[in-house]
């Protein structure tokens, strides 16, 4: 069977997808971090072409609007297991019927898409609020956290609008990636080994004031663990302050 590698990148997908030019059918599709090669399978590796990735998606934004342009993307940030295989038939399903298809949950390639962007949805908007910036020695602005989808992208297009007169770093510390605003400028990178930050004294001391402040304005009788961890589940406190 054609199994197609690609880098990762949702780029390095696009390019795959339009390299298929959506004309060829069952095909087995695989980052190079999931692929394990055997003798059955005939890998062919795809280089991305940034042009061409390009290209595609301002010919799919033309023709079925930014909307499922965005549903694709998140569907993709959320990593789950063959979501390749369930958008680039989604996207071929797309192509036959003129967009007819986006409505059919039935449809086991539309389920996966939708749910697969709502899943990355749920979670972008949890850490919208709960993302913590904290001030370094250095003076800047960093906020780390450990997403289960990859929501590094968006997050740091929403930082850039909400705290655009400062200079900040988002770490996400599951997959060793960084995304860097410095003078306007939004980067990304990936740093394998990741320093331990050193935190600036007032950070710290603002760190204990927080802390005293929640347990001061607490009422222990009307404490509800159960209820609590329903709201904010114990995945999102690693870097809270007030949960360390």
């Known amino acids: 069977m054609d199994v197609y590698i690609y880098d990762g990148s949702f780029y390095g997908f696009i390019s795959l997808i339009s390299m298929l030019n959506n004309k060829k059918e069952n095909v087995d599709i695989k980052s190079i971090k999931n692929y394990q090669p055997n003798f059955i399978d005939n890998a062919i590796y795809c280089n991305t072409n940034i042009k061409a990735a390009k290209q595609f998606l301002k010919d799919f934004k033309q023709r079925f609007g930014n909307n499922l342009y965005n549903i694709l993307l998140y569907s993709f940030l959320s990593e789950k297991l063959d979501i390749e295989v369930s958008i680039y038939n989604f996207i071929l399903l797309l192509q036959k019927d003129g967009g007819k298809i986006i409505k059919d949950y039935s449809n086991i390639y539309v389920y996966n898409v939708y749910t697969g962007c709502k899943k990355t949805m749920r979670e972008f908007n949890k850490y919208i609020g709960l993302l913590r910036f904290s001030t370094t020695k250095n003076n800047t602005l960093v906020a780390m956290f450990a997403p289960e989808t990859n929501i590094l992208y968006p997050i740091s297009l ?12 988002i770490i996400d510390t599951k997959r060793k990636n960084i995304a860097l605003y410095k003078n306007k400028v939004l980067k990304y990178i990936t740093n394998k080994n990741l320093e331990k930050l ?9 760190n204990k004031l927080w802390k005293k402040y929640l347990s001061a304005i607490t009422i222990k009788e009307r404490k509800n663990y159960k209820l609590h961890v ?15």
């Open 158 to 169: 929403f930082f850039k609008k909400r705290f655009s007169s400062f200079d900040w770093i």
């Open 198 to 206: 050193i935190y600036s004294k007032d950070e710290l001391d603002y």
């Open 230 to 244: 329903q709201n904010m589940p114990k995945k999102y406190w690693k870097y809270l302050v007030e949960k360390n």
